[in-house]
């Protein structure tokens, strides 16, 4: 099956700085997410992007299909961003299953 | 919008017992979800793909039999773990489809089983 690698594993931050993370996946894929998830276990929706550049606020992911990777980006970091970031690829479709990489453990401090 | 609840937060059980975990869609029809295991500091893990009205898919690995899933409405769908063994302790997370790219998540069941 796809592979999904995400580096790097584990970051800490100061607060108010600049990151970014990457996910590299080993096939053309036509479903690509980034979610959150919080210290609580929580998983949140972040970025739907199999291709092209999004942004919501403080965050922004691009995703280069050719080249088999997505990078998402966090600016001004808070502590609120901590937690665990996990990019999954699938199938396209709208009940297409996910496989997701093994996360990036963000820790911000104050 | 698009809430999936979840149920229990988290819960203990003895060896050899069975625990039954249920998520239900709150403001939309999931006719299709997702159960997921996670253990500490790992990925999650899918489990199983369960479809109202038919039987659910398993994942290669996912014993059947232990992992009973059942989806008779369009808004409940429940994961129950039988005769469940320490190595069962898990944090197990659902989740659905809400459109094309969206997907919301349960809060999770923190299994443990003594």
């Known amino acids: 099956g796809i592979q999904v690698e995400q580096s790097p594993p584990d970051l800490i931050l100061q607060e108010g700085a600049n990151s970014t993370l990457r996910c590299n996946f080993s096939d053309s894929v036509n479903n690509l997410q980034w979610f959150h998830q919080n210290p609580w276990g929580q998983l949140i929706n972040l970025f739907y992007?199999?291709?092209g550049t999004k942004q919501n606020g403080r965050l922004s992911a691009t995703t280069v299909a050719t080249e088999r990777y997505s990078l998402l980006y966090i600016s001004s970091s808070q502590t609120t961003d901590s937690g665990v970031y996990f990019c999954a690829v699938g199938e396209a479709g709208a009940n297409s299953k996910l496989t997701f990489g093994k996360g990036i453990t963000l820790s911000v401090r104050p | 919008g698009a809430v999936v609840s979840q149920h229990p937060s988290w819960v203990i059980c003895k060896s050899g017992t069975s625990v039954k975990i249920e998520c239900r869609s709150l403001d939309f029809q999931a006719t299709t979800m997702f159960w997921y295991r996670q253990f500490p500091k790992q990925s999650l893990m899918l489990m199983a793909t369960?479809?109202?009205?038919?039987?659910?898919?398993?994942e290669q690995g996912v014993e059947k039999d232990k992992f009973l899933i059942n989806h008779a409405s369009l808004t409940l769908s429940t994961l129950t773990v039988t005769s469940a063994h320490p190595e069962d302790s898990s944090f197990y997370i659902c989740?659905?489809?809400?459109?094309?790219?969206?997907?919301?998540f349960g809060s999770g069941t923190r299994l443990t089983v003594v």
């Open positions: 989740s659905a489809s809400i459109r094309v790219g969206g997907y919301t």
């Open positions: 369960s479809n109202e009205g038919s039987k659910a898919t398993y």
């Open positions: 992007i199999p291709s």
